[in-house]
């Protein structure tokens, strides 16, 4: 029976060519797309290397510094006493305004407050932002590059290809080595492994390679940097102070403790920072940072608010409704363009129901078809996503991110679109089913 | 084998009703070759959709090989339709996608029974109408006549005790349909299928046992 309904679905769909195109067309754009989100955001937000402890991680990534503005406001009254003016002041202490400013953190006020918390496993701090411009036979090279510790390597868990990271002993002596992904080793070397004890020159400064690691392509470029240095071989920027500078931290908590309390002990140790220092030029009186976790952090990025657990939660429901409405959409377009598929084969329906078939058996069958339509779009949709991610891993249109097929997001966007394949199906189905047979038949066309 | 009693068949709309049958008695023993005959809208059809189950009297009994039908949209009267009564329809009704021996099979779908088996089945029933050859063509590629012995065969394959046809030759020049004609009693000689026709035509309507005539719902002869 079922391979009699297969039979049926694929030389109908081979008969009515624009309907079949349509729906064909509004499954694997779905799925497609469906397939190349889900793989972005588990490239940017699964356990994978090098982020497989990122769900112990908090990250903060500003600090700062704020001034309420007070001021003595007078307030005249003026009465008349018997025709003579009577002036009555009276003054109002009150606040006017704020102030502001906000930016990366000094990475020596990093290592003196937020070090060795009691909830902290780890912590490192790193600056993923420079970029350096190289040329290769006479071709520009932009070189992601980060300054960091040793702590680094122990939080997030690249793979090496060879070599090794550089560890403390590095940072201290500020040993001019360089660790690189293998997209830049095969960038500037030509060659993506071997290249240990060559020489990259970066600015005015030569570094020793002393490690590679396989490039993974993520969005965030803490995580997926060109080229790291030891942060003590970084040059002074005349824009740090005390307070500022160019770093984030990343905290690792211990394996027994929330990240809420990892959080909490952050917020604890930021409020012994003193607010007095000389490098407070402009009289800030308040402190502040704010503490995330990576996803939280990931989530500020869709949708912004001071809060990150509310930025989570939002940025949840935005992706879901999203989800949600991109799935629907295709599927209410479909019932429409089944109900009058469906239509045209009223005298089959009749003729069915006429031979035994009972209301079940048309519901099956129109469902079996539906399957057969949602597995060959799904199909499609595969082949569809496979030349997207193609073309945005090879254009480079998410920066230095790269995204990946994993065969179980096939599946989840998979069994999704059947989902709504058949619910799209079903109503359709249904409701012929309820056709009488007397009237299913005098509806057929000679 | 069939029994109609009292049977009257009322279109209601919101504005008028229309007695299509009115009390309309009729026996049809096994074995016979019936043809029911009759002006346009007299109420053949309709006639013929009751005793096939398809639809509802208004009023009335109907008793099919020894059972009284009461509900008419439920899965034991399709079940019952499956197994007992098969269908021919003027315009055919076969269904395009599928090849000759797949519309042919289509009533053993419904019966939970190997494709081997079915596959045998239909090609026994091609046989008998002598299209065989043509089991894996499509509608699309046949005659007006080979159609409807395309239909013949989908009607017989489950070996019903009755077959209802309607107009079976109207779509047909008189060869075709003196085929058709000759398949049908065939059918009824050797294997004793009763058979209820509808009809325009006299002279297909003599080839038959007995004529029930009806002229505005009312049985006069």
Known sequence: MITNYIKLAI???????????????????????????????????GANKPLSNKDDFVFMSHLALKRTHFDTIPNIDTTFDQGIAVYDTTFEYKKTGSSMTQSNISHDLIKTFFSNLPSTENLTAFNPESINDVYINGIKLSIQTMYTDANYWKMFDHSFIEGRSFNETDVE????????????ALNYFGVSENVIDKEIEIGNNSYKIIGVFKHVGKFIPFVSPDLVLPYAVEPESPYSNYYNGSYRAM???????????????????????????????????????IPASYMESFAQNIYYDKDPEKSLRTAKWIVYSLFLFFLLLPTLNLINLNISRILDRSSEIGVRKAFGAHQGNIIFQFIIE????????????????????????????????????????????????????????????????????????KNAKL | MITLKNITKIYKTKTIETTALNDIDLHVPKGEFLSIMGPSGCGKSTLLNIIGLLDAPSSGTIEVDGQQVKKYASRATAKFRNEKLGFIFQSFHLIPDLNVIDNVELP????????????????????????????????????????????????????PNIILADEPTG?????????????????????????????????????????????DGTQVA
């Open chain 1, 11 to 45: 030389r109908g769909m081979g008969r009515r060519k624009f309907f079949t195109f349509i729906s064909l067309f509004g499954i694997s754009f779905t799925l497609g797309i469906l397939m190349v989100n889900l793989s972005f955001l588990q490239s940017e937000l």
């Open chain 1, 173 to 184: 002596i500020s040993a001019p080595v360089a660790v690189i992904s293998s997209k830049t």
């Open chain 1, 251 to 289: 905290f690792q908590k211990k394996s027994d403790v929330s990240v809420k309390k990892m959080k909490e002990d952050i917020l604890t140790a930021a409020a012994t920072i003193p607010i007095d220092h000389p490098d407070n030029q402009y009289g800030y009186n308040e402190l502040e940072v």
């Open chain 1, 370 to 441: 539906n399957i057969v339509q949602t597995f060959i779009g799904g199909v499609l949709g595969l082949a569809l996503a496979i030349i997207i991610i193609n073309i945005l891993n090879k254009g480079g249109f998410l920066g230095s991110a790269e995204l990946n097929l994993y065969p179980k997001f096939f599946i989840y966007s998979f069994l999704a679109t059947l989902f709504f394949g058949i619910l799209s199906g079903l109503l359709p189905a249904w409701r012929m089913s309820k056709l009488h047979i007397v009237k299913a038949l």
């Open chain 2, 108 to 159: 053993l779908l419904y019966r939970n029974m190997p494709s081997k088996k079915r596959k045998e089945m239909a090609a026994s029933a091609l046989e008998s109408v002598g299209l065989a050859n043509r089991k894996s063509h499509f509608p699309s590629q046949l005659s007006g006549g080979q159609k409807q012995r395309v239909a013949i065969a989908r009607a017989i394959v489950g070996k």
């Open chain 2, 171 to 215: 779509n047909l020049d008189s060869v075709m349909g003196d085929e058709v004609m000759e398949i049908l009693g065939r059918l009824n000689k050797e294997d004793k299928t009763t058979i209820i026709m509808v009809t325009h035509d006299e002279r297909m309507a003599k080839k038959t046992d007995r004529l029930v005539r009806l002229y």
